[in-house]
């Protein structure tokens, strides 16, 4: 008969593995499924990026969320050790990319659009820099999934 202690144990690996899964399925699903089906289907392309815009901003605190329990799922278990894990790092480097996305360029990308208003940001003097800080956004994103990728692949070796 299993302990409680191993009972405890197995349940938070198996926490720790549908967060991950969670955060991980979510950045593929939302970045390279949803949004283009949005701006492929659309015909009212600004529909399609105010759709994508807050579900990659729910997306973001979504994984705030899977970073938080993830991490301390690991330290319970791994205690300080897990800080100089890679996995630490790209769950890191992860979270940190969500909050710039945050915080940073989704609001500044916002702000662009309402000063357009009431033409579309891509109709407007600002499309070069809106298209400038989408694409740093969009190589951040790879960078995260690609990250939750090899999360994901150690994940399944252990």
Known sequence: MPSTKNLLKSLADSLHASAL????????????LVAPVLFATLADKTLAGNLAGKMFQVGGWLGLGCFVLLTVLRLAREGGAFLRRLDFWLL???ALIAAANLFGIQPLMAAMKADAWPRDVMQSVMRERFAAWHGVSSILYLVQSLCGLVLAARLVRR
Do not use: A, H, P
């Open 21 to 32: 899964v969670l955060w991980v399925g979510s950045l593929w699903t939302l970045g390279y």
């Open 92 to 94: 890191l480097l992860m």
